[in-house]
């Protein structure tokens, strides 16, 4: 089974442009969730989806959004990029929400801006 | 205020040595879980433990939850080279559906 996949692995960009990162989860896998992660504050949460719809949502500026297709893909993207954005984009997807799920993470997109 | 609090920072070892590193909290949590990451990749989830007081073994890893579900150790014995990376400690605290992660704890195991 392939895992989870996602594109690109490394992305460079300036202040002020705007970058859309790609995930594809494990087949059958419905939920798929965004992180970033910073030396300084380590894994943060920014969204999750099921199926289509936002299930939470982080404590992220709205520059930050994500969408899922009906195929499970998802896809998050960052306008008016900033410095401080720079860090590793990790994504997760497992077969449904909740506790009893355990997250299969990407290898992640990193992501540095100048 | 970081909701859970790994410690130590970074730990550098020999080889055949153990260790115990620590995740705490003041908050309760329905279940905790610990991942290791490995440079360029993602974490990899190791174990998960629900149970106040529950231990659970891996190998030679060791995992146990504490008894007021606050707070959680990994104990690794004999450690080897293949134990390097960053132990990540997540949990989902009770009354949240999202997961929290506390900041790692980067193990260097040398030979």
């Known amino acids: 089974k392939a895992g989870v996949t996602q594109t690109p692995r490394y992305l460079i960009k300036t202040r002020g442009q705007q970058v859309t990162l790609s995930c594809s989860p494990i087949s059958g896998h419905r939920s798929v969730s965004w992180y970033q992660q910073t030396p300084g504050q380590g894994l943060q949460f920014l969204f999750e989806?099921?199926?289509?719809?936002?299930?939470n949502k982080g404590n992220f500026p709205g520059r930050f959004s994500g969408r899922q297709f009906s195929n499970s893909r998802s896809e998050m993207n960052v306008s008016t990029l900033e410095l401080g954005d720079s860090a590793l984009y990790l994504c997760a997807s497992s077969s449904s929400t909740g506790h009893n799920s355990p997250l299969h993470f990407g290898n992640g997109t990193r992501l540095t801006v100048t | 205020t970081q909701l859970l609090e790994q410690s130590p920072q970074f730990l550098s070892i020999q080889e055949g040595e153990n260790l115990t590193v620590y995740c705490n909290s003041s908050?309760?949590?329905?279940?905790l879980q610990w991942y290791r990451q490995e440079p360029g990749e993602g974490p990899v989830l190791l174990v998960t433990?629900?149970?106040?007081?529950e231990v659970k073994k891996l190998k030679r890893l060791t995992f146990q939850f504490g008894d007021a579900r606050k707070d959680s150790s990994l104990h690794i014995t004999a450690a080897q080279p293949g134990d390097t990376g960053l132990y990540l400690c997540?949990?989902?605290?009770?009354?949240?559906?999202?997961?929290?992660f506390g900041k790692g704890t980067m193990l260097l195991v040398s030979p």
């Open positions: 997540a949990g989902f605290r009770s009354g949240y559906s999202t997961l929290t």
């Open positions: 989806y099921f199926s289509e719809t936002q299930r």
């Open positions: 433990v629900v149970t106040g007081g």
């Open positions: 908050s309760v949590f329905s279940s």
